[in-house]
Structures are given as C-alpha cells and as structure tokens.
C-alpha cells in the first residue's frame, strides 16, 4: 500500500520499553471534582461527558525533560489542567467497570490545555467549542508507566504547581466518576480501542499561565511533567 504522503504517527514512550505506545484517540473527561466542578460553575453528580481531541494534540515529554509549548494562536487567556491518562491496551465495547482495569496497558500524567476565552465564547453561541480543547500541543503527556509499575492510582496524589507554587493538589480518590466508571460509561458511547489515551478529568485550582511560565505537574506512582510555556 502506498500514500500521497508518508502518515504521521502520534506516540509516546513506554517506561523501561524500546516499544512506543502508538496513539489513536483521545478521549477526556470534563468536570469530574466536585470542587473544579464548582469553580466552573457546576455543582452535583452529573452523569459524565466527553470531548475529544486529535491525537496529533500530543506534545510528548520524556522523563527528566521540559517540554516546550508555544503559546496557542487566538487566546489570551490558556488555562492548565493537570490529570492522569489511562492508555487502553485492550479494546472493547460496553466494557463493565469492575472490568476495566482488564483493558488499561499503563498511566501517564497528561495536561490538558484549554483556550478557556474561545471555549466560553462557543458554549455561550451554543456552538461546539472544539476550538477552545483540540487545538496544536494542547495535550502534553509523560511517558506511559505500565499498570503494574504505576501503583495505587485510585488514591494517587495528583497536584500541579506553576513556577514553583501550588496551582492544583488533590487526590484521584475525588474523582466523582472512579476509572473504572468512566471507561464504562465511554466505551457504551464508542468502541475502545488499542491507542486510545482516557484523560480522566482535573481537580480545582485551573487558572491561566502566560508565556515563560514553568509547569510542573504529577501523580504519585506515576510521575512528573515539566513544560515550559514559550
């Protein structure tokens, strides 16, 4: 078989492997602490939803490295999201939760970064606000650590500082909707599939960084991600 152009493949490295972790979707979680629910607004146990991003979102940042991220077009107001990343090893569909951890290949800790100005402008207009989520490098991630090496994740520190002060610092164990919650409830939405990244959602504390800030985020058991704001 043969191209109009070679294909980019998004991937990200694998803890104590040659192999890569090939990336196909990414899935992420939104609203789902009960305090970053509050802080945008929103209060309860809503049932979960979803947006997507292109899996050439990924600005991978190998361990002991900061990574850089040009700050995106169109926005004055980029807000950092730290959260844990199940990569789907085994695909599925109407996957139980007491199953999912059957198709989890490991856990990264992953940004997601949010042009939170266009995201309001297009939740006011009722419009798709894909714009505000999907856009170049908007999802940096670390290595994936393979579940067996990763720890407890349910009850994982998570936390987030920026330019060496407290931004966010919670526990996975608040999460409203757990892992295995959330795969279920993705995976009767779409069929999973090996490559596929499930960022699992952020605690409170989401603000805006500028240009030549430092982030440094991470979840215990899985490590750390520095990313430099260009």
Same mark, same amino acid.
């Not at 600005?59 to 990343?85: D, Q, R």
């Not at 998570?158 to 931004?167: C, M, S």
């Not at 409830?185 to 430092?214: C, I, K, M, R, Y």
């Given at each position: 078989?043969?191209?109009?152009?070679?294909?980019?493949? @998004? %991937? #990200?490295?694998?803890?104590?492997? *040659?192999?890569?972790?090939?990336?196909?979707?990414?899935?992420?979680?939104?609203?789902?602490?009960?305090? !970053?629910?509050?802080?945008?607004?929103?209060?309860?146990? &809503?049932?979960?939803?979803?947006?997507?991003?292109?899996?050439?979102?990924?600005? #991978?940042?190998?361990?002991?490295?900061?990574?850089?991220?040009?700050?995106?077009?169109?926005? %004055?107001?980029?807000? !950092?999201?730290?959260? /844990?990343?199940?990569?789907?090893?085994?695909?599925?569909?109407?996957?139980? @939760?007491?199953?999912?951890?059957?198709?989890?290949?490991?856990?990264?800790?992953?940004?997601?970064?949010?042009?939170?100005? /266009?995201?309001?402008?297009?939740?006011?207009?009722?419009?798709?606000?894909?714009?505000?989520?999907?856009?170049?490098? %908007?999802?940096?991630?670390?290595?994936?650590?393979?579940?067996?090496?990763?720890?407890?994740? &349910?009850?994982?520190?998570?936390?987030?500082?920026?330019?060496?002060?407290?931004?966010?610092?919670?526990?996975?164990?608040?999460?409203?909707?757990?892992?295995?919650?959330?795969?279920?409830?993705? %995976?009767?939405?779409?069929?999973?599939?090996?490559?596929? /990244? #499930?960022?699992?959602?952020?605690?409170?504390?989401?603000? *805006?960084?500028? @240009?030549?800030?430092?982030?440094?985020?991470? #979840?215990?058991?899985?490590?750390?991600?520095?990313?430099?704001?260009?």
């Amino acid at each position: 078989m043969s191209y109009v152009f070679t294909p980019a493949i @998004a %991937s #990200v490295p694998v803890v104590g492997r *040659a192999e890569r972790f090939p990336v196909r979707r990414i899935y992420c979680v939104g609203r789902n602490y009960v305090e !970053h629910a509050k802080e945008m607004g929103f209060t309860g146990r &809503e049932p979960p939803f979803f947006f997507l991003k292109p899996a050439d979102a990924v600005l #991978v940042v190998n361990n002991g490295e900061t990574g850089t991220m040009a700050y995106p077009s169109l926005t %004055s107001n980029l807000h !950092h999201e730290i959260e /844990l990343v199940a990569a789907i090893g085994t695909g599925g569909k109407n996957i139980k @939760a007491a199953d999912a951890k059957k198709h989890i290949y490991g856990y990264a800790v992953g940004l997601d970064m949010t042009r939170r100005d /266009l995201q309001g402008e297009m939740k006011k207009l009722g419009r798709p606000w894909d714009i505000g989520k999907g856009f170049e490098q %908007s999802a940096p991630i670390g290595p994936v650590v393979p579940a067996a090496q990763a720890g407890d994740v &349910e009850h994982a520190g998570i936390w987030l500082q920026v330019n060496g002060k407290d931004r966010q610092r919670s526990d996975l164990s608040k999460l409203i909707w757990n892992i295995g919650e959330i795969i279920e409830h993705l %995976s009767a939405a779409w069929e999973l599939q090996p490559g596929d /990244l #499930v960022f699992t959602g952020t605690p409170e504390g989401v603000a *805006a960084v500028v @240009a030549g800030d430092t982030l440094v985020g991470g #979840v215990a058991g899985v490590g750390e991600l520095r990313v430099r704001i260009a």
